[in-house]
């Protein structure tokens, strides 16, 4: 059976940093391509960062470029995103995707708030 966990997320102020999870079992994760979305409340879920199977390839939203890093451990199932600069556009919830060959899996998300 296929779970993807996010964790890591939680209010923070503008400027400051949150590092999101995802941790994955059910699938060969070293296979997948793996990608953060994120969702904010009347807007379209949209792709945040990409990052390939052997973690070599990478790629950010514009709006992202610089203040995110995706990043992943493949001997522990587990996916990253290091967010800092956070700003109050940020708010989101943020969803863990898996494309393993022609599936596609994803997390149940964690919630990101950037308030003061």
């Known amino acids: 059976q296929v779970h993807l966990v996010e964790s890591g997320g939680g209010l923070v102020q503008p400027g400051g940093s949150l590092r999101l999870s995802c941790e994955v079992s059910g699938f060969v994760f070293s296979r997948a391509i793996m990608n953060w979305y994120r969702q904010a409340p009347g807007k379209e879920r949209e792709l945040v960062a990409g990052?390939?199977?052997?973690?070599?390839?990478?790629a950010y939203a514009d709006s992202v470029k610089g203040r995110f890093t995706i990043s992943r451990d493949n001997t522990k199932n587990t996916l990253f995103l290091q967010m800092d600069s956070l700003k109050p556009e940020d708010t989101a919830f943020y969803y863990c995707?898996?494309?393993?060959?022609?599936?596609?899996?994803w997390g149940p998300g964690t919630q990101v708030t950037v308030s003061s």
């Open positions: 995707n898996a494309q393993a060959g022609t599936v596609n899996y």
């Open positions: 990052i390939s199977s052997n973690g070599r390839g990478t």
